[in-house]
Structure formats: structure tokens, C-alpha cells
């Protein structure tokens, strides 16, 4: 067996311990003669697993206890929707900012529910890329939440630190390509969702914490499935959850506390994204669009001076089992992702890749 280092922006890689236990579990979990695949969801068995992992994440994020944990499905995507038809209760406004792709996509699908999108910011387009300054976001007062994406995936855009806006609009944020990878104060947000493909699992679960004070704003038409207190209720088994997603979610989460939790991932992750960046900076031959402020400890994008050379670093890259580091569709280029599973060893593989590619063609 061989396996690569994996640099895709999701479904991404996985720590190996974690697959090395699915793999051995596959057949039989501790003993109950099935895979957790075949298990009813609401058996002692999936019970535990479940109970388990919401625990667990609970402990890594230091979950107030006046938050709900759920574990949905439908992706981000569905929580785009989701967000408003829970939230917006009798208000006549939201607050989004816009910081690339992913804003644009929880805006438009707002646009469905809400009777006012008030885009208070707008970034993305300035270069370097930057995040507007929160002094000058244009919030509304009345606005029933104010969401902003952590994380932009496709540009590698990342918001440091929680904006501190004024008043008491709850915040809502799309942690989906950096939930887990550093500490948080959860008591900071009325809403957080994730996708679990990129930092923490397999595809069809989305985690969504939810402050219980925001659980009756629900309009009428909110699909059961991504209504939030129903789910509540229902301990997020109103239908048949995404089982094995989840059990392998909560294998990722034993291991992020047997790798020293969050603290311990946020000093790894800075020191990874440190280096390929300063290994970036040092070049005239690589460039980072984004400006040091808004950089992504996730995702690093960055173009080659020489565009007509793309293709052979990536099938260079690919032979030296450096795999899925092209960019985005829609920005070309390439892009590294980085996260948690991403071991040290697999950066400093590709810095030196590109040094020396570098050689061979600067
Ligand atoms: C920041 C962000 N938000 C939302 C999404 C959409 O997630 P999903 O495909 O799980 O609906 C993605 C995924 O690619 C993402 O990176």
C-alpha cells in the first residue's frame, strides 16, 4: 500500500489512524458482528457511537451548554438555506458579508427567503486580496442575523478572529473549511455549520451549533429536516442520519484529542501555512493573491509566473506524490489544502517540489 499526499480542498484527506481503525471496525464494531454501516440508528450500538461524538466535539470546542449540537445532512449548502428559514422570524432584514464565492453562494440562496439581503461589506476583489475592515461593515440594527464565511475556500481567504461587531445581532458564520483547526469561542455565535469533508469526516454530514434562545424563529415552511428545533428534539434523528459519516466524525474528533486538541492544531496548522507561505514570499517565480492579514491557514492558492508551465508542475507534482493541487475552476493556478490531516511532512514535500521545480524551469 502507498498512499499520497493529498492536497485536495474536499473531500480531503483524513488522519490515517482514523482509517486505519475504520478499517479494522469494518467488519465487526467491538464485537456486535456488523459494520456500523448495517446498525440501526436508533440501536444502542449507533446510540453510543453518536452520543459519543457529540461529546467529544462538545469537549474539543468547549460547547456552551446553552447551545444545541446537530448533525445534519444536505452539506453547507443545505445550511444556506436553512440559516434564514430558521432565523429570520419576523424580521424584514439579513446581514451578509462578502468575502468571495462561498458568501456569494449563502447570499443568493437568502435572497430566496429573506425580504432584504443588506450586503454590509464586500471583499474579495481588491489585490491582494483583503477583508474589509469591520469598523466599516454597513450593519443593519434590525437585521435578524449577520453571516460571514470563516474560510474562502476557493481563494484561500481567512478570517483570522471573530469580528467583534456591536450590538446584539446574533453572528452567524460558515466554518466549513476551517471549523476545528484552531480554538473558538462558540458563546460568540448564535449559529455555526460546517461540512464535515474538508476538517472532519466523510461527505453527507453537516455539524450546525445553535444557541437555544434561536430555536423559535423557525418560519412555517422550514423542511423538517433542516429545522433546527425539530432536530433538536429528535436528537438529529428526525429521519435516518448520515451514520457512518458520523461515526467517522467522531473517530476524527478522538483523535484531534489524542493530538493535544485544538490549541495544539492551530499552533500546527500556523506553523504549516507559515512556511509554504514564506516559501511563496521568497519567490518571484510563486505568488499568493491574498494579502498576510486575510491568508488561509487552510487553503493556499498561488500562481506560477509562467502560466504555460501549470500543467507540467501538476503532473510533475503528481509523480512525486504530491496529488490534487490544482486550483479552483473558476481561479486557475493551483491550490494547496492544508488541513488537519495534512501532516507536516506532506508541506515541507511540497516546498521542496517547488523549489526545485523551480530550479528546473525559473
Ligand atoms: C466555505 C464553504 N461553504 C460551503 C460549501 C458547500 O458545501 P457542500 O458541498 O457540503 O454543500 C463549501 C464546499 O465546498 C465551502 O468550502
Known sequence: MSRVYNFSAGPATLPEPVLQQAADEMLDWQGSGMSVMEMSHRGKAFVSIAEQAEADLRELLQVP????????????????????????????????????????????????????????????????????????????????????????????????????????????????????????????FGVIYAGAQKNYGPAGLTVVIVREDLLDRASDQTPSIWHYQAQAEADSMLNTPATYSWYIAGLVFQWLKREGGLTAMAERNARKAGKLYEAIDASDFYRNPVHPSARSQMNVPFVLADDSLDAAFLSEAQAAGLHTLKGHRSVGGMRASIYNAMPESGVDALIDFMADFERRNG
Open 65 to 188: 451548554d446553552n447551545y444545541k449540537v446537530l448533525f445534519l445532512q444536505g452539506g453547507a449548502t443545505a445550511q444556506f438555506a436553512a440559516v434564514p428559514l430558521n432565523l429570520l422570524g419576523k424580521a424584514e432584514v439579513v446581514d451578509y458579508v462578502n468575502t468571495g464565492s462561498w458568501s456569494k453562494k449563502a447570499i443568493a440562496e437568502a435572497g430566496k427567503y429573506a425580504p432584504r439581503v443588506n450586503v454590509v461589506a464586500e471583499g474579495g476583489k481588491s489585490d491582494p486580496m483583503s477583508i474589509p475592515d469591520v469598523a466599516d461593515w454597513q450593519c443593519d440594527p434590525q437585521a435578524a442575523y449577520l453571516h460571514y464565511c470563516a474560510n474562502e475556500t476557493i481563494s484561500g481567504v481567512e478570517f483570522h478572529d471573530v469580528p467583534a461587531t456591536a450590538g446584539d445581532v446574533p453572528l452567524v458564520s460558515d466554518m466549513s473549511s476551517n471549523f476545528l483547526s484552531r480554538p473558538i469561542d462558540v458563546s460568540r
